[in-house]
């Protein structure tokens, strides 16, 4: 792996050689500025993973760094050190675009910790744009739009889903509410012959009982009361193109005689005519009931059962391939960022493991809804626990051991131990000063810009 780079900026030589010195020994390539011009002139010319820079130089200080580099700086991660630290200059840094602040004089450990988060922070990013490069390419390679997920069970899916769609057979989609069955349907009419015309679907479960028969075949004008008009029909809207029939299960026994004989003579009688009209239509069928078991009930008819599972594609639930958590969470912040015109990047690390854990009963559909309503709610670019429902919520702000212990061992992770400990810390160290920050910070033993930007990261309310 290569050395990550730091740049070191400050005016007084000591400082740049103690801090040389002291981050050179655990990896990284360091370059020191005795100023923000040269700064500036070395940013030009090479890229720096992070930078240390002082506020208070001559000539071009660490405001105006920020400010004259801004389109330089756009991947590198600057972390700004002042002895003249205020919660003021900390915010203005930020808002600038610095990524942390340290107040002078500072311990070592206090330096490598936050470069440690920073690169936690630049592993974050890189892991963004990875998983938003991979959603692009999965959507480009299969025209399953909306599809999306990399687990090798999503991959089988859409390979199979591939397959099926070359040829007119009739294929049965089964999965519980909320995993994506329209979504199938729909990629797999966008890649078959018949995609040029548009693709039809109704929901069974939608129309009484007396009106699906018109609805599906069409009726001929005095058909029935109120029949003032010829009605065409779905099967005669989608002819020579494709039909979804969602919810099939819920097709009462009557309508099941009638779709039977369709499928098996590719013909329909609307409602009040006394002839049949040949129709080519492929019918994609959708069900989250066990329509086998609905068989041996008496609920769904056998042989229209397997002239509809000529084909069988089953979704898995989320809970099956949360791999794919992080991957959906992203097209979903890009989906949402475009309706409301907002510029949320990412999840926290925080949320994401809540995500993880998480057994998703609605499936694909709740976490949309999660993640739109995070992005509503959410005031910086992160997805933080506190936008989640209290459903989520709640599993982070259970006062047991417990609770974060087991979201550390879940991954084995030391990193996420450590978070978790350091955020449980700060809670306790802010309930123990009554909500007095600056008390909060003293106990921590650390800066009180730093502990505003802990804050900030957990998503911890405080008074």
């Known amino acids: 792996m290569n050395e990550l780079k730091l740049l070191i900026v400050d005016d007084e030589e000591n400082m740049r050689h103690m801090l040389k010195a002291l981050v050179k020994r655990h990896g990284y390539d360091v370059a020191t500025a005795q100023d923000g011009s040269s700064a500036l002139d070395m940013i030009s010319r090479e890229h720096f993973d992070f930078i ?35 919660v003021d200059l900390a915010l203005q840094a930020m808002q600038a675009g610095a990524y942390d602040f340290i107040s002078k004089p500072f311990k070592s450990d206090e330096v490598l910790l936050t470069l440690k988060k920073a690169e936690e922070r630049e592993q974050l990013r890189r892991e963004n744009q990875r998983l938003k490069r991979k959603i692009d390419e999965f959507s480009r390679e299969t025209s399953f739009v909306g599809m999306v997920g990399a687990s090798d069970k999503m991959c089988h899916l859409i390979g199979l889903g591939l397959k099926v769609a ?35 679907a109704i ?53 099941q005689v009638k779709l039977l004989r369709v499928l098996q003579e590719q013909e329909i009688r609307p409602v009040g005519s006394s002839r049949s009209e040949k129709v080519n239509v492929r019918v994609l069928a959708a069900t989250s009931k066990d329509l086998a078991y609905q068989v041996t009930q008496g ?12 084909m069988q594609l089953r979704i898995p639930p989320l809970r099956e391939r949360q ?55 959410a005031s910086g670019e992160r997805i933080e626990i506190e936008h989640l429902p209290s459903v989520l919520r709640s599993l982070s702000q259970a006062d047991t051991s417990d609770t974060w212990l087991g979201m550390a061992m ?37 800066s009180y810009p730093s502990l505003l930007s802990k804050i900030k990261e957990y998503g911890i309310e405080a008074g």
């Open 299 to 310: 609920a769904f008819r056998e042989d229209l059962y397997y002239r509809l599972n000529v």
């Open 52 to 86: 240390l820079c002082d506020v208070k130089m001559p000539g071009i200080d660490g405001m105006m760094f920020l400010e004259k580099g801004s389109g330089l700086l756009k991947d590198s991660t600057v972390i700004m050190m002042s002895a003249y630290g205020t």
């Open 166 to 200: 070359q040829y007119d057979t009739t294929v049965l989609i089964t999965g519980e509410s909320g995993t994506g069955k329209e979504l199938i349907a729909r990629g797999i009419h966008a890649n078959s012959p018949r995609n040029q015309k548009t693709f039809v």
């Open 323 to 377: 791999e794919d958590i992080p991957l959906l969470c992203h097209h979903f912040i890009k989906k949402f960022n475009r309706k409301f015109e907002t510029k949320v990047a990412e999840v926290s690390k925080q949320t994401m493991g809540l995500l993880l854990s998480h057994k998703w009963p609605g499936n694909v559909r709740e976490l949309e809804n999660v993640i739109q309503r995070g992005l509503v709610l």
């Open 203 to 255: 929901n069974c479960a939608s129309l009484p009982e007396n009106l699906l028969e018109s609805e599906l075949f069409g009726h001929v004008r005095g058909a029935f009361t109120g029949a003032d008009y010829q009605h065409k029909g779905l099967f005669r809207e989608a002819d020579g193109s494709t039909l979804f029939l969602d919810e099939i299960g819920e097709l009462p026994l009557s309508m």
């Open 410 to 446: 879940e991954s084995l992770s030391l990193k996420t131990a450590q978070k978790l400990l350091e955020e449980k810390f700060i809670r306790l160290a802010l309930s123990g000063a009554d909500g007095n920050k600056s008390r909060a910070a003293r106990t921590l033993e650390i």
